[in-house]
């Protein structure tokens, strides 16, 4: 998707944006803030969440 699309569409001036990975015993996340008319991350964030029983069951249920 494009950032401007979305800003646009959401009359926005800010988008929130990132991306995901499974792996064995954990999902590692990064999230960032993005200023759609800069084009600059205002902030951002990596975490690593435990795949517990909870997260495989959001997971499981993302891909059906």
């Known amino acids: 998707r494009e950032i401007k699309d ?16 499974v ?3 954990f999902v590692y ?3 960032k803030m993005v200023d759609g008319q800069e084009n600059v ?3 951002a964030n990596d975490y690593v969440l435990p ?10 249920a993302r891909n059906k």
């Open 6 to 21: 979305i800003m646009q569409y959401h009359k926005s001036n800010t988008v929130v944006v990132g991306t995901y990975s």
């Open 23 to 25: 792996a064995k015993d």
């Open 29 to 31: 996340i990064n999230i």
């Open 41 to 43: 991350s205002i902030a």
């Open 51 to 60: 795949l517990d029983g909870n997260v495989r069951a959001l997971l499981s």
